[in-house]
């Protein structure tokens, strides 16, 4: 097992930087993501691995072994590609059997690889059909056993569910996760889709213009933003701008403008040291406010804002209640859960008190600019004045 | 279901016109052209009596030369139409969309132009003091002219040239609809360039190079044009041999249709082999 080492990569198409000096290691075994809105460069990147796109410069290395000049067919990793790529004139046995044919491995031997891997992913009985004649669910698992069948050192899935409906795309994630178990090697996957990559990754590298924004562990990412385009891409957020007004040993207040020269506090733990009078941004979790019509008793450690229900979209599973607090739309999310007494069902227009503790209220050393946001993925934005407008007004 | 056999009322109705057509303008002919095989020959017009002369000379070997002849110069045709209009589809195939266009029109100019002009522009350019053999004895290649005029070469460069279109235009059809992320597919799965060509590229293009077949080997077959104008008069083609029977006097009305319904009868069967190859290597669908 060896690692995958990206060195200072780049690659541009007609001066338009789609990878821009990424520096990444791969573990070896791990399952690790490429995740970013369309355009960040996360499937040029993994092109490149594969070999079908040359960088402008950097090295990629397996092992000790850097691989950029060697073209495809003597690299090894092989691809999973995006519509499977499934060869439509050839039977799904044929598919499987196409990579060992190619290197003249002798046929007995190409029989049992074959139903070995075949069997691995449930298309035994499949073997002589042709790809119009299966889903797109059996497509992939045939992709994915063409692919294995090479014993390939890094397996590289290039959106590889993107064509599939939601209760499948939740199966074969399950059931990429135990091949992935079942053969031990590196997997490389590249989605937009951030609950794909949450769920599946070892590792996360999340991406933005040609640039990793965060690398890390799905949790680690989720709860610790390193930035407004990570926080916001991996899950939904309350973004909050406030200036620092006091730091003490364990957290740090915030004055925050609610418009009409009213202000609300936050207190928030602290990962980096902010300076006193500075503009910052909280990031907030929908989930990790509490909402209740009746004032409730608070410990020192709470934050606690009043608000008016702007808005209740009721999601199944929970509901999202937007709350106007001032000039921001705070979206909280609520389970389903009747443990506290005096719950009682939310109205329009009802003024609700919204409460979290001071830890999960996330730091970022940055303002929300509509620019910086994810291109796409999302539907509902809060509403943002300009950061510099509301600082000029404060000061 | 009523509205659907009234639809499909309106749907012979609509194409009566046509099936009409070709019954009187295509149907009936071939059959006169079968029972004037049967009938005795006189100098201008026939005699209708019953004669199996035509058709025991069809099968005896007197007219075997020319069937040869028609045969190896459709095949080599088709086959040269093949190696140079591959390359050539491919690149139109893959090119941006701007060029794809220019090239199209390229490939469709010809058309433009009368085939007899054209091929009356080929005898200036191969003739003994025409164009080709001015510029190979002024580059030094050569010091006599060539006699290309009036050979079996000059026959295959003109059909080859007249045919090419035929033969790139659904090849170019195919390869566009390739998808060629399968190309990649297979580099990716160990397979080469060449390789990811044979098992590839070129079995999901074998629908195109068949209908290119069909458009350049039949009209090939009988060609009668080309070979009259810029082919050598001692070999003759049936297509010539067919013209010929009707041109000169005595006339031959039996015998040239008893050969054109040996030169039917030979597409159809190579109609039949070429179908049954294309389904024994069981290609299906690009899509």
């Given amino acids: 097992m060896e690692e995958i080492r990206i060195v200072n990569i780049s690659k541009d198409f007609d001066g338009f930087m789609a990878v821009d000096g990424v520096d990444l290691t791969i573990k070896p075994g791990e399952l690790f993501s490429f995740l970013g809105p369309s355009g960040c460069g996360k499937t040029t990147l993994l092109r490149m691995i594969a070999g079908f796109e040359m960088p402008l410069k950097g090295k990629i290395f397996i092992g000790d072994q850097d691989i950029v000049d060697l073209p495809p067919y003597k690299r090894p990793v092989n691809t999973i590609f995006q519509n499977y790529s499934l060869f439509p004139h050839m039977t799904v046995w044929d598919n499987v059997a196409f990579g060992l044919k190619v290197r003249k491995t002798p046929l007995p031997e190409i029989k049992d690889r074959v139903s070995e891997m075949l069997d691995l992913v449930k298309m035994g009985d499949q073997h002589s059909k042709y790809p119009d004649q299966i889903s797109g669910g059996q497509k992939q698992r045939v992709a994915i056993a063409r692919a294995l069948i090479n014993n390939p050192k890094v397996l590289l899935l290039d959106e590889p569910l993107a064509a599939l409906d939601l209760k499948l795309r939740q199966h074969m994630l399950i059931e990429l996760m135990n091949i992935h178990d079942a053969v031990g090697i590196t997997f490389i996957y590249v989605t937009h889709d951030q609950s794909e990559a949450m769920s599946i990754s070892d590792r996360v590298a999340v991406m933005n213009r040609g640039k990793i924004v965060q690398e890390g562990p799905p949790d680690d990412i989720y709860e610790r933003p390193s930035s407004i385009f990570s926080a916001y891409f991996i899950g939904e957020t309350n973004l909050i701008t406030g200036e620092v007004i006091g730091i003490e040993d364990e957290y740090v207040q915030l004055k925050c403008p609610m418009g009409d020269d009213e202000y609300f506090e936050i207190d928030s733990t602290f990962h980096f040291r902010p300076e006193i009078g500075s503009q910052i941004t909280v990031s907030l979790r929908p989930e990790k406010i509490a909402i209740s019509s009746n004032k409730p008793k608070i410990a020192d450690d709470m934050n606690i804002v009043k608000g008016v229900i702007e808005d209740i979209l009721y999601l199944g599973s929970h509901t999202q209640y937007i709350v106007r607090v001032g000039k921001h739309n705070i979206r909280v999310f609520s389970q389903h859960k009747r443990v506290y007494f005096d719950d009682k069902a939310l109205d329009w227009e009802e003024e609700v008190w919204l409460f979290w503790h001071d830890t999960d209220s996330w730091l970022i050393n940055e303002l929300p600019d509509e620019s910086r946001m994810p291109a796409e993925g999302k539907t509902y934005i809060p509403k943002f004045k300009k950061a510099n407008a509301s600082a000029g007004e404060q000061i | ?287």
């Avoid at chain 2, 020319?66 to 139109?92: D, E, M, N």
């Avoid at chain 2, 580099?187 to 590229?201: H, P, R």
């Avoid at chain 2, 009259?228 to 040239?256: C, E, F, H």
């Fill in chain 2, 1 to 287: 279901m009523k509205s659907n056999s009234k639809s499909s009322r309106l749907d012979y109705l609509l194409a009566a016109p046509t099936l009409i057509w070709l019954t009187v303008f295509f149907l009936v002919p071939y059959f006169i052209v079968l029972i004037y095989g049967f009938l005795t020959p006189d100098i201008f017009d026939v005699k209708f009596e019953f004669n199996l002369d035509a058709y025991r000379q069809l099968f005896d070997g007197t007219y075997f030369r020319p069937f040869v002849l028609s045969v190896k110069l459709a095949i080599t045709t088709t086959l040269l139409c093949i190696l140079i209009a591959y390359p050539v589809a491919y690149l139109i195939a893959r090119a941006s969309d701007k060029i794809k266009n220019t090239l199209l029109i390229l490939i469709i100019i010809p058309f433009w132009t009368n085939l007899i002009i054209r091929i009356f522009s080929w005898r200036i350019f191969l003739s003994y003091n025409g164009v080709l053999n001015d510029i190979l004895m002024r580059i030094g290649l050569i010091s006599q002219p060539l006699e290309i005029m009036r050979t079996d070469l000059a026959v295959i460069m003109v059909m080859v040239y007249v045919y090419l279109p035929y033969m790139i235009l659904p090849l170019y059809s195919v390869l566009e609809k390739l998808d060629f992320t399968l190309l990649h597919a297979a580099m990716d799965l160990g397979a080469n360039e060449v390789k990811s060509f044979f098992k590839i590229t070129l079995p999901l293009s074998l629908e195109g190079i068949f209908a290119g077949v069909l458009l350049v080997f039949i009209p090939a077959l009988g060609t009668y044009l080309i070979p009259q104008l810029v082919g050598d008069q001692r070999s003759l083609y049936v297509g010539q041999v067919i013209t010929y029977k009707i041109k000169n006097i005595p006339r031959n009305w039996p015998m040239a249709s008893a050969l054109s319904f040996g030169l039917l009868i030979l597409v159809a069967i190579f109609l039949l082999l070429g179908y049954i190859l294309l389904k024994k290597s069981k290609v299906r669908g690009v899509a």
